[in-house]
Each structure stands twice: as C-alpha cells, then as structure tokens.
C-alpha cells in the first residue's frame, strides 16, 4: 500500500520524542547521531538514526577505522503504512550522501527482546554473526555500560550499589549482527562472512514497535542538524 512518504534531517527534539514514545529502549542515544526523520502524510511517524555506537572496536574486524562506518543505533516509528525496509533504503542513501567516506554500517538485532532482524533482511543486509554480551540489569532494565555511565558518571557495580542502585550482571541472549556495505568494493570484500539468515521467532511479528495509538501526533518540523 503506498502513501505520501517524506525523509528528511529530523532536529534533536524530534529524534528525543520519537526515541522515548516509539522505541523500546525509552531513551535517545548517547553521542553524536545522524538523525533522519520520517513523515507519511504530514505527520511525523519516527526517526532512523545513526551513530558511533557503543563499540569503538566495532569496524576492526572488517579492515575499517572509525570514520569509514557507523552503527544503525534506532528505528523508532509509531504505526506506519511504508514498509520499514524502504525508510532504510531511503535514510542509507542519505547518510552515504552526507558522508562520502562511510563505507559500511553495522547494525544489531536484539534477540533479547525477540527481534531477528526481518527489517535487515528484507533490506538484503549481510548476516555475518551472533554477539554475545554481558549485560548489567539496573533497576530491573538492561542497560549498556557506556549508557549507564552517561546517565551515573561511572559504571561500577559496587559504586552503583553504594548509591542505592539495584544492579547485577547477568548473561543475556546474543545479538544478530547485520552488515550494509555502502560501496561495491566493501559488499565484495564482505560477502565471504555471510552466513544463513536467522528465523523470525513464531509469537514475535516485527523487529520494530508500532504503537496502535495516537500518541505522538506533535507538530515536529523538519531541519537540518546533524549533532
């Protein structure tokens, strides 16, 4: 089904709004993003973003340093009609467009929250392999150690503890790793990692939250503001 569809730079406010109302996580992430917004009709149904990442050691294993490729860190849309591998399509243009020296972007689905990266595969993405992570639970919410230190100043357990913090460590279920070179060169150099798409789980029916409300209807405009 087509309808009116429109890609723009989204502002920080609108890529805060979207994250916090149509992502799992509830929050923005932390660093320096490319923030793409995304609007059917007129109104504003969410942003793709990109980012460093959590990882500084991300793009080692593919050759690369760390001005030659980024992390897809959110997708956060409310209900849409546009299927999700199309905005994708639409926003890599764009940062490729913005940034000629970017040659591949990574990006993560969450097994821990059911997700078994259908928007990446119906992308044509590369699967190349399962991350396993160490995850710190704080106050019942998994967290990443580089977003609880944003958010506390430091990411020790034990100083955690000290300020009244319920955390642990626990082991949490792998993330998939997809791949999306940006040049011809890096999908042939790539190509040799991929493996078999993982299946969808049975009781899970998207990798992305799509709120059934109207929730989110705020007038936000679109600019230009990569920071």
Not at 17 to 40: D, F, M, Q, R, T
Not at 62 to 71: K, P, S
Not at 96 to 115: F, I, P, T
Not at 184 to 207: T, V
Request: glycine letters at 8%.
């Amino acid at each position: 089904m087509e309808c009116e569809l429109k890609i723009d730079w989204a502002t920080h406010e609108a890529a805060k709004y979207a994250c916090e109302n149509w992502h799992y996580s509830k929050c923005l992430p932390v660093g320096k993003l490319v923030k793409v917004g995304v609007w059917e009709k007129g109104r504003f149904i969410g942003v793709v973003l990109f980012g460093r990442g959590a990882n500084k050691n991300m793009l080692k294993p593919f050759g690369l340093n760390q001005d030659q490729g980024c992390e897809l860190v959110r997708v956060a849309l409310k209900k849409h009609i546009t299927p999700v591998s199309r905005i994708l399509s639409i926003s890599l243009k764009m940062l490729k467009q913005s940034n000629k020296n970017l040659r591949m972007v990574v990006s993560y689905a969450d097994s821990h929250q059911g997700h078994h990266g259908g928007i990446y595969q119906a992308g044509n993405w590369i699967y190349d392999n399962d991350v396993k992570l160490d995850g710190l639970i704080v106050n019942g919410k998994l967290m990443h150690r580089k977003s609880i230190y944003s958010k506390y100043g430091f990411n020790s357990v034990e100083k955690l503890k000290k300020i009244g913090i319920n955390c642990k460590w626990a082991t949490v279920k792998p993330k998939h790793r997809y791949l999306m070179p940006l040049d011809k060169h890096m999908r042939k150099k790539i190509m040799c990692l991929a493996k078999p798409y993982p299946k969808r789980a049975q009781n899970i029916d998207s990798d992305v939250s799509s709120y059934q409300d109207e929730k989110g209807s705020a007038n936000l405009t679109c600019a230009l503001q990569l920071s």
